[in-house]
């Protein structure tokens, strides 16, 4: 268990992250200076999301007076890039590989708080199975696969990238099939691909039935590296400042919520997102989650985990993180 002091899916892909935004940039939307809209990928595993739960919500001492909240689902990161690009959201969940491209893409977005981080050395690392008798067993055998992944352009297709690196291979080397997390376990017995990579909330499936563990992040990753993180539009910073700082004092306060209320959490999002209890209970702030002792922003983790991307080829080039990313909203409230 972590300390408690501090703290379906569709098909899309990169260039709807890139392309889209290009087109999106610049479309008007919530003039409703008093409500935010927040989107998330991943129920429970993304902590945003448990901001739709109105138990939780009770715990906001701001929603209500300041700002009134909505909470909205998309299936990738790179839909809700687009969602806010387009003026449609104000705020959402993205990862590392997503976050590069918002921010310096003609949307306008800044990071604001940190979700959480992969491959810490006590916590989860992304986890990528093939079925149990596979013959796909190590790294080196992924050369010509085809590998299940919720989409390119996110922080998931990152991983995978980092590992095809560090092995001598590269994306030609492989087929990448764009499903929901949820059907991954399926899409391998069924064989339509060969091996995948499997988020916190869905990886205790693979691994309490036997499938064979290929890599994780901790072994593509030399350490910890910021992965998730909130984003805000520019826009909804200018134009919705007092809600912004509103919501921020109010996700700090909830955050120490859910760390302390760990067991009525996991009960309250079992119910809200029909999910099986057993399911979030297996790895929600326990050593099979993430880390998420950190939620404010590491600016030089975050530069050079940038500065990776680029090296990758993922991005063509980095960029001051300090001009993309702020505390301001979180720091005086930890």
Request: hydrophobic share 40%; glycine share 10%; proline share 4%.
């Amino acid at each position: 268990m972590l300390p408690s002091n501090r703290r379906t899916f569709l098909k899309t892909g990169a260039a709807a992250a890139t392309a889209g935004l290009a087109g999106l940039a610049g479309c008007t939307g919530g003039s409703d200076t008093g409500t935010l809209r927040f989107n998330f990928v991943v129920p429970v595993e993304n902590l945003g999301s448990l901001l739709d739960i109105p138990d939780i919500q009770d715990q906001l001492d701001n929603l209500g007076d300041a700002y009134e909240l909505e909470v909205s689902r998309n299936s990738s990161t790179p839909d809700t890039v687009n969602a806010i690009a387009a003026g449609e959201a104000d705020m959402g969940l993205v990862t590392t590989e997503s976050y590069g491209g918002a921010v310096t893409g003609p949307g306008g977005m800044t990071a604001i708080a940190t979700d959480f981080w992969d491959a810490h050395p006590d916590h989860f690392g992304f986890e990528i199975y093939s079925l149990p008798d596979s013959d796909i067993t190590d790294p080196e055998d992924l050369e010509g696969a085809t590998l299940g992944v919720n989409a390119t352009g996110t922080g998931i297709h990152a991983v995978y990238v980092k590992m095809l690196d560090e092995i001598g291979l590269s994306e030609d080397d492989v087929d990448f099939q764009e499903q929901g997390f949820p059907t991954f376990v399926e899409g391998l017995q069924d064989g339509i691909f060969d091996a995948a990579i499997f988020p916190a909330l869905f990886a205790g499936e693979p691994r309490s039935q036997g499938f064979t563990e290929v890599f994780t992040s901790h072994d593509a990753f030399d350490g910890a590296y910021p992965f998730a993180f909130t984003i805000a539009s520019d826009r909804a910073l200018e134009n919705k400042s007092d809600a912004v700082e509103a919501w921020g004092e109010d996700y700090v306060s909830v955050v120490d919520y859910i760390f302390e209320n760990r067991d009525e959490v996991v009960s309250l999002a079992a119910d809200h997102f029909e999910l099986p209890e057993e399911m979030i209970d297996g790895f929600f702030l326990t050593e099979n989650d993430y880390y998420r002792d950190q939620i404010e922003i590491d600016m030089d983790a975050l530069q050079a985990t940038m500065d990776e991307l680029v090296d990758l080829g993922i991005h063509d080039e980095s960029f001051d993180v300090q001009e993309y990313a702020t505390n301001e909203y979180i720091e005086d409230h930890l």
